[in-house]
């Protein structure tokens, strides 16, 4: 009975807080836009029982899934999050695995300090930190007037307003997710296998190619999940730091949601990301299992 109630705690809070609102949104993306508050009206009526809900699915409308493969707008969005979200993974674990691997081998009474450093940008808003980055990256921004400064440009760069202002701010924000499960991975492993592998001959390259990069694939393959997921469906970034010239799914969602009011797209937008969202969140739990198979 214990069991059971401890295992019931999680599963209540993923139905209360993630299945109910899911099929909310799954209901209204069924539904037909009007002039009403709130601006659609639903095609499945539950208190019509049984025989409601035999009409619905007997009529089921899948217009508004149609009209996203139709209007290349929504299949550009979709693209153009993929992309920037696979970029963007692929820059943080270039900058986080270097750092994630110094603080596995820095002396052990350095760990935490480090692992604090890592962990301090969270003490601040993350809206703070984005708008940070819009004054460092502006034209009149303290990239520019450093830059200026040392003479290597003669005028100011155009960053503010583009996918690269995007890609630092992406890459600055989810660095830390990372870092913290690469370094997790390279911290319990044991340093002994690499003091076998110098004894066959291998050298210190050969032996982190061998060793050390392949026991930590489950913390790369973690933090690439947990860079990736959260990217795609990012809103806030693009909006700030990319302007209207970066297309993502986010701010799609946003526009569709509160300016043209058309909220049975935006749920069916929002049901299509999700779904292209639980492929790397399967692919990240069989990764899991097989690393605890491994560790059995």
């Known amino acids: 009975m214990r069991k059971a109630l401890v295992i019931a705690v999680p599963y209540l809070w993923l139905l209360a807080l993630f299945l109910v609102p899911f099929l909310m949104v799954l209901k209204i993306s069924l539904s037909d836009v009007a002039l009403s508050i709130p601006p659609y009206t639903p095609q499945l009526d539950l208190t019509g029982g049984l025989a409601a809900i035999g009409e619905f699915f007997s009529q089921l409308d899948l217009e508004n899934f149609v009209f996203l493969t139709s209007d290349d707008l929504y299949i550009k969005a979709y693209a153009s999050s993929l992309t920037i979200a696979v970029i963007s993974t692929f820059l943080t674990l270039l900058i986080g695995y270097p750092i994630a691997y110094a603080m596995a081998r820095a002396a052990p009474e350095w760990r935490p300090t480090l692992l604090m450093l890592i962990i301090l940008p969270f003490w601040t808003s993350f809206l703070i930190r984005v708008y940070a980055w819009m004054g460092i990256l502006s034209n009149t921004g303290l990239l520019n007037q450093f830059l200026l400064w040392l003479g290597v440009i003669s005028e100011p760069l155009e960053i503010l307003n583009t996918n ?55 913390g790369i393959v973690a933090g690439c999940f947990l860079v990736f997921i959260p990217t795609l469906g990012e809103f806030v970034i693009p909006s700030l730091l990319g302007g209207s010239q970066t297309l993502m799914i986010g701010k799609v969602l946003f526009e569709e949601f509160l300016n043209n009011r058309d909220w049975p797209v935006a749920s069916a937008v929002a049901v299509i990301l999700l779904l292209i969202l639980i492929i790397p969140i399967i692919l990240f739990q069989r990764n899991e299992q097989r690393a605890r198979e491994l560790d059995q």
């Open 164 to 218: 690269i202002a995007v890609y630092i701010g992406v890459v600055y924000t989810y660095l830390p997710f990372m870092i913290l499960p690469i370094y997790a991975t390279l911290e319990r492993m044991d340093g002994s296998l690499l003091e076998a592998a110098e004894d066959l001959g291998c050298s210190r390259l050969s032996a982190f190619w061998l060793v050390t990069l392949p026991l930590s694939k489950t």
